[in-house]
């Protein structure tokens, strides 16, 4: 039942977001997210079975104390905290992307740069900052950049719970119309 007043709610959330004050995203995020979280999107128990029967039978390892891959030529090599090192021909990510910016992002050394740069900032909240609805993103250089727009995960912070596909194609809309109107305003210029 939950699940469907949340799930009616999800084209809502990002709006709800915005109106909340710093401290308020402070507090539902210490205090609520992860039951919101679990409930907005609950684990089939089908796929559960699945998954403990694989665990029993040893087709999978997971290991939560990774601190550093390397690419090897057909491998990787995983090292953990406590100094192990274990090979892999291939890896899953299963966390998500990281959606705390810094300056030193070696696997992303895009953005890395453009932080570097001063053309996008990070937000509070994750990711970077950016306008609503069209997403344009806002540098502390150049103020906003009307023909530079982030989408997904990387505006999670601004966006909140923007993992709905209705969200994404929802922001993704707006964001194109903006394109659209700034190639209409420049054709009768």
């Given at each position: 039942?939950?699940?469907?007043v ?5 084209l809502?959330?990002t ?6 004050t710093?401290a308020?995203?402070h ?13 907005r999107?609950?684990?089939p ?5 699945d ?10 390892q997971v ?7 390397t ?8 090292e ?23 300056y ?11 932080i570097?740069?001063r053309?996008?900032?990070?937000e ?9 609805p ?9 103020g906003?950049?009307n023909?530079?727009?982030?989408h ?28 659209l109107g700034?190639?209409?305003v420049?054709k009768t210029?």
């Amino acid at each position: 039942m939950i699940q469907a007043v949340l799930k009616n709610i999800t084209l809502l959330q990002t709006d709800i977001w915005s109106t909340l004050t710093e401290a308020d995203k402070h507090l539902f995020l210490d205090k609520y997210y992860k039951a919101w979280d679990k409930l907005r999107a609950p684990f089939p128990p089908e796929t559960g079975e699945d998954l403990i029967k694989a665990w029993d039978e040893n087709v999978f390892q997971v290991y939560d104390n990774l601190v550093q891959v390397t690419k090897n030529e057909s491998s990787f090599t995983f090292e953990l905290d406590n100094d192990e090192r274990i090979n892999f021909d291939y890896v899953i990510n299963a966390t998500g992307n990281d959606i705390n910016l810094s300056y030193d992002m070696e696997e992303v050394p895009l953005i890395s740069q453009l932080i570097n740069e001063r053309i996008i900032q990070a937000e509070t909240f994750g990711g970077i900052q950016v306008t609503v609805p069209t997403l344009s993103v806002v540098s502390q250089k150049y103020g906003v950049l009307n023909t530079l727009k982030a989408h997904g995960q990387l505006i999670a912070g601004i966006q909140f719970g923007n993992s709905s596909v209705r969200i994404i194609s929802k922001s993704a809309k707006a964001s194109v119309k903006d394109i659209l109107g700034k190639i209409k305003v420049r054709k009768t210029v």
